[in-house]
């Protein structure tokens, strides 16, 4: 086995291309793994994590360098596909050059060609955005703006500078909107109804907006403001005039508000709003005080899956009631029975941030300790995210994993590493996917995950021992990748596909 590396300085090429790249590499006559990637260190310790860190690379790679790192089955053919890797990139240059379509370069000229517009979207590296964003605010757009590593002053200094000129800025960070039945960034094809939802929370938002448009109901608005928002340092500037806007809105008759648990003082704020409502609002902070969202006339919902049943119920006019989470004891004692003595513990493994916090709030009180990535009273911060101790929570969404990386609802390699990873620890019992369906993620997300599963399966009885996997599919059957097609594809594999990641969860606390 041979391994090689070559480095292009200061080259850049957007991630969606260098994923696509690294898959056609991969496919490469003796090839054994390869990455074509940015030399951010994060991404370098990505390839250490991988093997595919050379002496080069460590030496001589930097941010702003394009990295090829080939494992092959002998030096001609790692050479071999580092040329049609750089053939690849050369094609690329060239293609550009030939495009007959006219693609504007800046927001000026793109405003120009589309005078209509009303609100733009910003995905570009976090160091621009405040430059970018005080453009189209200035311009008198609303802004949505999906790039993170966005310093808290800048998000503070656009939101104040929107409010004053009457615009709305979602995120930055924001994964998630539905604006007048478009869908934005990663949202999903859901029904258009009158259902509206303000959230800061992008896959609390897909989740609500996905079950509900399952349940039959439609959606009227789903506003994103970024998770920050709700930080007493930014004051829910975006959320309160979303609610707002809501409130006001003629098409929608039920708001539902979705959110980790906002500081005190936004809290406050919001529910001061909420409270005068004429239309019934359901709140969904996630693990927070339900007191004071009855106390202001709200309904609270315990989980994204409460929230979006409240949610109909209140569209149909009848009462609404609490979720019930039913939970198969009896598969659980069947699944529980398979495993060997050394397994005992739990690897979460989700690409969505919202539904990994929510497993977090539903299991603190069964599994002690928690270790996570996430910021979360209660859970123990995990000293490596690329090991996991104990039971384990990840969210592969976190600045750490996603710094020069593609999301991981597009790119879930490193997810699918980890899943092989964890099925080698003889204390894993279980290992918890989510699938986020939905525009610009994944085109098969389960049947990427199936090869790692396989794999991992392979591992574990080969060692004697059973491995459980639980999944829950956020989505439609309207979406690209069609939710049936996908839970499918899950249950033929022997996989445990729940409705909602709360049930998902449910099982889990039984089960463990």
Do not use: W
Request: aromatic share 6%; net charge negative.
């Amino acid at each position: 086995m041979v391994l090689k590396s070559y480095i292009s300085k200061n080259m850049f090429r957007d991630s969606v291309y260098l994923m696509r790249l690294s898959n056609t590499v991969r496919g490469f006559d003796g090839v054994v793994e390869a990455e074509v990637i940015i030399g951010t260190d994060h991404n370098k310790k990505f390839l250490r994590s991988g093997g595919l860190m050379s002496e080069e690379i460590e030496k001589e790679a930097g941010a702003n360098d394009l990295i090829i790192a080939i494992k092959a089955e002998n030096e001609a053919k790692a050479e071999q596909a580092i040329q049609s890797a750089l053939a690849e990139l050369n094609k690329s240059v060239e293609r550009e050059n030939l495009l007959g379509d006219f693609v504007p370069r800046t927001f000026e000229t793109a405003l120009h060609n589309f005078p209509g517009a009303n609100i733009a979207l910003i995905s570009i590296p976090g160091r621009f955005v405040e430059r970018e964003a005080n453009k189209v605010l200035d311009a008198g757009l609303n802004v949505m703006i999906f790039s993170d590593n966005v310093t808290l002053e800048s998000e503070v200094a656009l939101k104040k500078k929107a409010r004053e000129k009457g615009l709305l800025v979602m995120g930055p960070d924001c994964g998630t909107a539905i604006i007048n039945g478009v869908p934005l960034a990663f949202a999903n094809e859901v029904k258009k109804g009158k259902i509206g939802i303000v959230a800061a929370a992008g896959t609390g938002l897909q989740e609500v907006s996905t079950l509900i448009s399952n349940l039959g109901e439609g959606i009227s608005q789903g506003i994103g403001t970024g998770g920050r928002d709700v930080k007493e340092a930014v004051g829910g500037i975006s959320m309160i005039m979303g609610l707002e806007a809501l409130l006001e809105d003629k098409q929608t008759e039920v708001v539902v508000i979705v959110s980790k648990p906002p500081d005190a003082s936004v809290t406050e704020k919001v529910l001061s709003v909420a409270k005068k409502s004429k239309k019934p609002v359901v709140v969904n902070f996630l693990g927070g005080n339900s007191d004071l969202v009855s106390a202001a006339g709200c309904l609270p919902a315990a989980t994204l899956k409460e929230a979006a049943q409240k949610a109909v119920s209140l569209a149909r006019n009848e009462d609404a009631v609490s979720a019930d989470l039913k939970v198969d004891v009896n598969l659980a004692e069947v699944q529980k029975n398979k495993l060997a003595g050394s397994q005992k513990y739990l690897r979460a493994l989700y690409t969505g941030g919202t539904l990994a916090y929510e497993a977090l709030v539903m299991l603190q009180d069964q599994l002690k300790p928690i270790y996570t990535n996430l910021s979360f009273k209660g859970a123990e911060a995990l000293a490596d995210v690329y090991r996991s101790t104990g039971h384990t929570i990840i969210d592969f969404g976190e600045d750490e994993f996603t710094q020069g990386r593609l999301h991981p609802m597009i790119d879930p390699t490193l997810r699918n590493t980890r899943i092989i990873n964890e099925a080698k620890d003889p204390e894993t019992a279980v290992i918890v996917l989510d699938l986020v369906l939905g525009y610009n993620a994944h085109p098969d997300p389960a049947g990427s995950a199936l090869a790692a599963i396989k794999e991992a399966r392979q591992i574990v009885e080969n060692e004697g021992r059973y491995l459980i996997f639980v999944t829950s599919v956020c989505g439609t059957d309207s979406d690209l990748q069609r939710r049936n097609e996908q839970v499918a594809k899950f249950e033929n594999e022997g996989v445990l596909v729940f409705p909602s990641n709360a049930d998902a969860v449910a099982f889990l606390a039984v089960l463990l």
